[in-house]
C-alpha cells in the first residue's frame, strides 16, 4: 500500500504536467492531502520505511550529529537489529557477513566514516560482490565550519568512481524514497555495494 | 622438541598453525561457519581442508572477526568460527568490544599468535614484547577468553566453546612455520560456495533438471 502511494508520489508531477491536470485539481489537492497524512513526512521516516519495505533489517553505524533521528528512529523499532560499531570497517564487516548469512544490511556514517573505507571496499565488496548499502551523511560542504572535514569530502566522489560503483546524491526529499527503494533493489539484483549520500539539502546539515 | 613461554605463570606450547587449522576441521560436525582472515589464516585452513562452509579472506586486515558475527547475527542457530593473525586483530581492537556488547553467543574466535607479521616478512607484533592477546579481549568484556596451554588443550576449549553458549575467544601461541598451501583466489566463487554451504544459495542453480 504504502509502496504503490509513495511511487504515485513521485510520479505524480510529471503525469500531471503531461495530462496537463485538466479538470483534476480538486481531486489533485485531495490525494495531496491524504498522501501528506499518511506518507512518511521526515527524510528519516522516509529512509525507515524504504529500508524495511526493502528488507534492509541489520543496520550498523558509527554515530553522526545529523544521522541521529534516523538512527533513534531505527533503534526504536523492533524490526531493525541496530548496532553501534567502533570504527566503519567494522560496520561493513558485519554487514557483509550477514549478507552471505541471508540477511540484508546497511551502514550509516558520515563522510569521514567514509573515508576510512576505501580498502574495504576494494578488498571485500566489490571483489566478493557484496551488496552492502552505505548512507553517508555529507559533512564538508555547503556551510561547512571545519576545513577538515571540507578536504575530506571532497575525496568521496573520486573513491567512488574510481571503483564503479553505484552512488547517488540525495537532495530532495521528493525523491528520497525513489532513489534508496531503486538503489537497494539495483544493489541486490546486480550483486554490488551501492552509496546514498545525504546531502545538507536533504537533512538540514549540521548547524553550529 | 616443544618450546614453551610462560604466561600467567603456567607454561603455554608453541603450536603450529597448520596443526591446529587441521584440528580445529576435525572437531566441526554440525556445518560450523569459519571464517578465516587474510594471509597465511586462510591458507592453513584451505590446506587443512575445503569445506562449502569456510569463507577466506583476500585482503580487509583484521575483519574476520566482525564478518563472523554478521554470519552469527543472520544464523543464529549455526555456530560461528572466526579465525584471525595477531597483527590483524591489533589493526581492529575495537571489533572485541563491539563483539563483547552484542548479545550473540554463539561465535568463537580463534588468535593465531606467531608474534608477528609474518606474510609480510616477519616484523615482530607488539604481542612479541608486551600485549596480551587475552588480557586485552577480557578487557573489552569477552570473558570467556583463554590461552590454549597445548595442541590438546585447543582441542578441549574449541569443543568447550562450539557447545558451551558462550562467546569465547581462543588464543594460541604459533610457530614460524610457513603455511602448507595457498587459498584459491576467486572472490565469487569463494563467497558463493559459502552461501551454498549456509543454504542461502542453491547449489543446483546450474545443475541440469
Ligand atoms: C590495511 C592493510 N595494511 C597492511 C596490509 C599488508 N599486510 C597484509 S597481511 C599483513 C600481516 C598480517 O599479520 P597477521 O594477521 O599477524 O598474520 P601472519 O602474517 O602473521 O600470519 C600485512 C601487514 C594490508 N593487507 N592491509
Not at chain 2, 562450539?162 to 576467486?186: N, S
Request: net charge positive; charged share 20%; hydrophobic share 40%.
Amino acid at each position: 500500500m504504502r509502496r504503490a502511494r509513495l511511487h504515485y508520489r513521485h510520479f505524480e508531477g510529471t503525469t500531471a504536467v503531461q495530462t496537463g491536470a485538466a479538470g483534476s485539481t480538486s481531486r489533485m489537492i485531495q490525494e495531496r492531502r491524504h498522501m501528506a497524512e499518511t506518507a512518511p513526512s521526515s527524510w528519516f521516516d522516509i529512509a525507515i520505511a524504504a529500508l524495511k519495505r526493502n528488507e534492509v533489517k541489520l543496520i550498523t553505524f558509527v554515530p553522526d550529529r545529523v544521522l541521529t533521528p534516523l538512527i533513534k528512529g531505527l533503534e526504536g523499532d523492533p524490526y531493525f537489529e541496530v548496532i553501534g560499531t567502533t570504527r566503519e570497517e567494522e560496520a561493513v564487516g558485519i554487514v557483509s557477513g550477514a549478507w552471505m548469512g541471508g540477511v540484508r544490511g546497511a551502514v550509516l556514517m558520515q563522510t569521514s566514516g567514509f573515508a576510512t573505507l576505501p580498502n574495504v571496499i576494494a578488498s571485500l565488496l566489490v571483489p566478493y560482490q557484496i551488496p552492502a548499502i552505505l548512507i553517508v551523511s555529507e559533512r564538508g560542504t555547503l556551510g561547512e565550519f571545519n576545513i577538515g572535514q571540507a578536504l575530506v569530502c571532497r575525496t568521496m566522489r573520486p573513491v567512488l568512481d574510481s571503483l564503479a560503483t553505484e552512488h547517488h546524491t540525495v537532495t530532495r526529499i521528493d525523491e528520497f524514497d525513489f532513489i534508496l527503494d531503486r538503489s537497494i533493489q539495483q544493489a541486490v539484483k546486480t550483486q554490488s555495494p551501492a552509496t546514498l549520500i545525504l546531502s545538507p539539502l536533504l537533512t538540514g546539515g549540521k548547524v553550529l | 622438541m616443544t618450546q614453551t613461554i610462560t604466561i600467567g605463570n603456567a607454561p603455554v606450547e608453541i603450536m603450529n598453525r597448520f596443526d591446529l587449522s587441521q584440528r580445529l576441521v576435525r572437531l566441526l560436525k554440525n556445518d560450523e561457519a569459519v571464517v578465516a582472515g587474510i594471509g597465511n589464516t586462510n591458507f592453513d585452513l584451505w590446506a587443512a581442508g575445503r569445506r562449502p562452509q569456510n569463507f577466506y579472506m583476500l585482503g580487509s586486515m583484521g575483519l574476520a572477526f566482525p564478518i563472523a558475527l554478521g554470519v552469527a547475527i543472520a544464523q543464529p542457530k549455526r555456530h560461528v568460527i572466526g579465525l584471525e593473525g595477531d597483527g590483524s586483530l591489533l589493526m581492529q581492537l575495537g571489533a572485541l568490544a563491539t563483539i563483547a556488547a552484542h548479545k550473540a553467543q554463539n561465535l568463537t574466535m580463534i588468535v593465531w599468535d606467531n608474534q608477528s607479521y609474518q606474510i609480510t616478512g616477519a616484523q615482530p607484533t607488539a604481542t612479541a614484547r608486551v600485549t596480551d592477546i587475552v588480557d586485552v579481549a577480557r578487557g573489552c568484556g569477552i570473558k570467556q577468553s583463554l590461552w590454549a596451554r597445548s595442541p590438546d588443550d585447543f582441542e578441549a576449549q574449541v569443543k568447550k566453546a562450539i557447545t558451551g553458549g558462550e562467546k569465547t575467544l581462543i588464543a594460541a601461541k604459533t610457530d614460524k612455520e610457513p603455511p602448507r598451501g595457498q587459498t584459491h583466489r576467486d572472490p565469487v566463487l569463494i563467497r558463493e560456495n559459502f552461501m551454498q554451504g549456509l543454504g542461502v544459495r542453491s547449489a543446483k542453480t546450474f545443475a541440469p533438471d
